[in-house]
């Protein structure tokens, strides 16, 4: 992939150079920085700024990932709470849902970026902004990273969040497998000068929609009948569209923003190749029904940060790398099925019409509703961990708990990113010194013998449990349970030896 550095270059080493500044490579490197890699942004944008409505919204499962690190109060009191999410317009209540978010919460991409890049800032992460990856090679030590507009740098691994056109994964060499499109649709944020006819409005084309945007600016998303496209829209042509549906152009003054979007579905056939990795829409492309794209590549984020932290920084080995494409594939998958499957239902002829009103009565039902909701929000993920407690795999709870420091709640025992045994029993049955330095012990208590779950409902409250950095939980069990220190090593790395006492460490242990 293009030529790389030449030896008069500098170079400059990280742990992890990142290619995307978007929501899954800014979220991604967040995770790298709290657990203390080297990690430095490549991005071609020259600001934060982003033009166009593009995602719309939080769900309920990145909300909690958020709330893990304690950040999501600065998403939730810039964006308004609605208590319904969709399933091809057909709506679904989450009110009763398990969570402290139990709703969605609608945040254009714009601001939910400005919030992130702010966190990024904090966190002192370097972001080379005007610049693109344009070469890379690996060898057994490490990435060497060409860079345009930048300097050459050498990394231990490279990540391609880098959009569904990754340049990274083409020249990875992975392969893209998917469905072209079939349906194209015209997206733009205008100004008109007469009140246009707010909501959806169905024909033999497909669904259209005008909503209100901010500052007084107007959102329309409208049904092509072409999907063969060789460019972005002109106004000409929205204007067209728009007397071509509604018989008028509401007097069309200008557009801010035109794009077009299809329903083309893709998956890339490995998340990783050597040291080369991918997440977000790098690795998977799919329609924007259910608002799921930006969601999947936030916790893709999630999911492999502390992964690649650990490989890193040494402390396991690389084969943990190979448990993010175990893990996240499938979910990207089941993404990929369901928007196939509301993209169907979107179309204009009576037959589906008819299978539309069949699913808004099965969606009327209690369990189907939780079924789908649940799949949609997130909450329904499970990592196959093996057999065991209902809980393995899941997400953890987001509980009341009662420790030595005082209440607390268990997504705030996870702001730091490092993994919590958490043991809800008697003080003192756990012994994780040999992991002390990966892993932190708290003991508490909580008011309840049963937690509910979504899908599943309530499950009885195990003894301990072993919660990863991104909230999953990797065993369930008693101090004496023999699979714990199995766990620990193969999630966290093998046990470090204890070293022995020398006359300076005794007298630092007595001077504190």
């Excluded at 998917?178 to 997206?187: E, H, K, Q, R, V």
């Excluded at 509301?342 to 699913?359: E, S």
């Excluded at 101090?479 to 193969?490: K, N, V």
Aim: contains cysteine; charged residues 20%.
């Amino acid at each position: 992939m293009g030529a790389l550095h030449s030896p008069e270059r500098s170079v400059t080493e990280h742990g992890v150079v990142v290619a995307g500044g978007g929501p899954t490579g800014m979220m991604l490197a967040g995770e790298l920085a709290l657990a203390g890699v080297d990690v430095v942004i490549v991005e071609r944008r020259t600001s934060q700024e982003l033009d166009g409505s593009r995602a719309g919204g939080l769900l309920p499962r990145t909300i909690e990932v958020l709330d893990q690190r304690g950040i999501a109060e600065r998403f939730v009191s810039a964006g308004q709470v609605h208590k319904a999410h969709g399933f091809a317009l057909i709506p679904l209540d989450i009110s009763d849902f398990p969570t402290r978010h139990n709703y969605v919460l609608a945040l254009w991409q714009s601001h939910f970026e400005r919030i992130l890049a702010g966190w990024v800032d904090e966190l002192g992460i370097p972001t080379l902004r005007g610049c693109e990856v344009v070469g890379f090679a690996q060898d057994g030590t490490g990435v060497d990273v060409e860079v345009s507009g930048g300097p050459s740098l050498r990394a231990g691994y490279l990540v391609g969040c880098d959009g569904g056109r990754s340049r990274i994964r083409k020249a990875a060499g992975i392969d893209f497998p998917g469905l072209d499109p079939a349906t194209s649709w015209m997206i733009a944020q205008v100004e008109m000068d007469e009140e246009p006819e707010f909501g959806f409005r169905r024909d033999s084309a497909g669904t259209h929609a005008i909503g209100r945007r901010e500052a007084d600016e107007i959102g329309i998303v409208l049904t092509e009948r072409d999907v063969h496209h060789t460019g972005e829209p002109s106004l000409d042509e929205l204007r067209e569209a728009l007397v071509g549906v509604y018989g008028t152009d509401f007097g069309l003054r200008r557009a801010t923003w035109i794009s077009r979007f299809t329903d083309m579905t893709r998956q890339a056939a490995s998340y990783r190749s050597g040291r080369v990795l991918l997440a977000g829409d790098a690795a998977h492309v799919h329609p924007p029904h259910g608002g799921q794209g930006l969601q999947t590549g936030v916790q893709d984020a999630v999911n492999l940060g502390w992964k690649l932290a650990q490989v890193v920084k040494g402390a396991s080995p690389e084969s943990l790398l190979d448990t993010y494409h175990a893990e996240r594939h499938p979910v990207g998958a089941r993404v990929l099925r369901n928007t196939m499957a509301q993209v169907t239902l979107a179309n204009p002829d009576d037959r589906h019409q008819a299978l539309r009103d069949t699913m808004t009565e099965l969606l009327a039902m209690d369990e189907p509703r939780r079924h789908v909701a649940s799949m949609l929000t997130g909450l329904d993920i499970r990592y196959d961990l093996g057999d065991g407690h209902p809980l393995l795999g899941r997400r953890m709870p987001d509980l009341d708990v009662q420790t030595a420091g005082g209440p607390t709640r268990v997504f705030t025992l996870l702001h730091d990113a490092r993994p919590v045994l958490l043991s809800l029993g008697a003080p003192g049955g756990f012994d994780v010194s040999p992991w002390a330095d990966r892993v932190r012990l708290v003991d508490a208590s909580h008011d309840g013998a049963a937690w509910e779950l979504p899908v599943i409902g309530e499950v009885e409250a195990p003894p301990a449990v072993l919660i990863r950095p991104d909230g999953y939980v990797a065993w369930t069990g008693e101090p004496t349970d023999p699979a714990l220190p199995h766990a620990l090593e193969t999630w966290f790395g093998p046990a470090t030896p204890p070293r022995p006492a020398t006359r300076s460490s005794v007298a630092s242990a007595m001077r504190a």
